[in-house]
């Protein structure tokens, strides 16, 4: 028998590492409901069997201390291989502090690195060791801020369809800025063919986001219309879908924590696509759980933001429809970890000759960064 199937499965977690970095934006970005010009990352090291596993969450540092404070004693020491186990007890550990919002996306980042530690361990890429559905995750290219011009929205958007990723998604509902005429430029730039998506972020009412859906989908063809109004309010979701134009899809999920989030979006009848972001729903353990729900109702999930933390895990949906190419992360992730993914032919694929998630941290680049 192998050595590997005799001695590292019985490997224990030595230790956490935590570091927070804080990369700033390219240029001021905004969309329908929040203003920003920079990103902070929380990455979590997980140590154990002479290997090192990696996991992050786009946060605050606080995320960060709540893995010092809460998470680290219960993670360390426990067997690499039991990550269902542990991560049940960070739950429990989180519940007085609470777990939904920042104890989820602590969660989340120790998780992702459980992950890609027992993978590594096993010598094996992290798709596989998951159950791989599938070999890649198409993709759509998603940008397009609302303090861009139409002319920045339509350079961006007409870059990725041109680069082969045949969806692309862009933010509206900032009052003062024209989104007729930036969605207008996104139309002409990529064309009849490509798909075109829009992110609200929860900016309009209800009947503000109905009289948008009309007009999105005759004059433009859009497609895709993501958090018309507030996700925490799946009645006013409900409202917008049921008299939205046909061919028009509504879709919610991003800040979706724990289960029951979750839930609610799909039995509200309000959405046709669910989304989850592996960063805030507790990591790979708890999105898995989110594609079971989404599967036993007959609906679609689709990957929020992250795509170097989510694509391993999203081969592992079997109603995975697509991920996230979100302009911010992906710099970021290209940034501070050799092996991110590359799209080509408007999907993504992890590279199965490198073990775990095949990221890892470059340091020096990193340290320039730190919160």
């Not at 708890?286 to 609906?299: D, E, P």
């Amino acid at each position: 028998m192998s050595t590997r199937a005799t001695l590292r499965p019985d490997a224990a977690v030595d230790r956490l590492a935590v570091a927070a970095y804080t990369i700033p934006a390219d240029r001021p970005e905004s969309d329908g409901t929040a203003e920003w010009t920079s990103t902070t990352v929380v990455v979590v090291e997980a140590f154990g069997g002479g290997r090192c596993g990696t996991g992050y969450t786009y946060g605050p540092a606080a995320a960060g201390a709540v893995v010092e404070e809460l998470l680290a004693d219960v993670v360390t020491g426990s067997d690499v291989m039991d990550v269902r186990a542990v991560w049940l007890a960070m739950a429990k550990a989180l519940r007085n502090a609470g777990r939904p919002g920042l104890g989820s996306m602590a969660m989340a980042a120790v998780d992702l690195a459980l992950w890609d530690l027992k993978a590594r361990l096993l010598e094996r890429p992290l798709a596989t060791v998951l159950g791989a559905a599938r070999r890649a995750v198409p993709v759509y290219g998603s940008g397009g801020f609302t303090s861009y011009s139409p002319d920045e929205v339509a350079d961006q958007l007409g870059a990725w369809v041109a680069d082969g990723i045949p969806r692309v998604k862009m933010k509206i509902g900032r009052s003062g800025f024209d989104d007729v005429r930036r969605v207008a430029a996104a139309r002409e730039a990529v064309g009849d063919a490509a798909e075109l998506m829009v992110d609200a972020n929860g900016a309009y009412d209800r009947a503000e986001a109905l009289g948008w859906a009309d007009r999105l989908a005759h004059e433009w063809a859009v497609t895709w219309f993501e958090e018309p109004v507030p996700s925490d309010d799946p009645d006013g979701l409900r409202a917008v879908h049921d008299r939205c134009p046909p061919g028009m899809e509504i879709a919610a999920g991003e800040y979706g924590y724990v289960l029951s989030d979750f839930r609610t979006l799909v039995e509200s009848g309000g959405i046709d696509c669910l989304q989850a972001d592996v960063t805030r729903c507790g990591g790979i353990t708890g999105l898995l759980q989110v594609g079971g729900l989404a599967l036993g109702h007959g609906m679609d999930i689709s990957g929020h933001c992250a795509p170097a933390a989510s694509m391993h895990a999203f081969c592992a949906l079997e109603g995975a429809r697509h991920l996230e190419w979100f302009h911010d992360h992906v710099r970021i992730e290209a940034m501070l970890f050799e092996g991110s993914p590359v799209p080509a032919g408007g999907a993504i694929a992890p590279d199965l000759s490198r073990p775990g998630n095949g990221l890892e941290l470059r340091r020096a680049d990193a340290e320039r960064f730190a919160a």
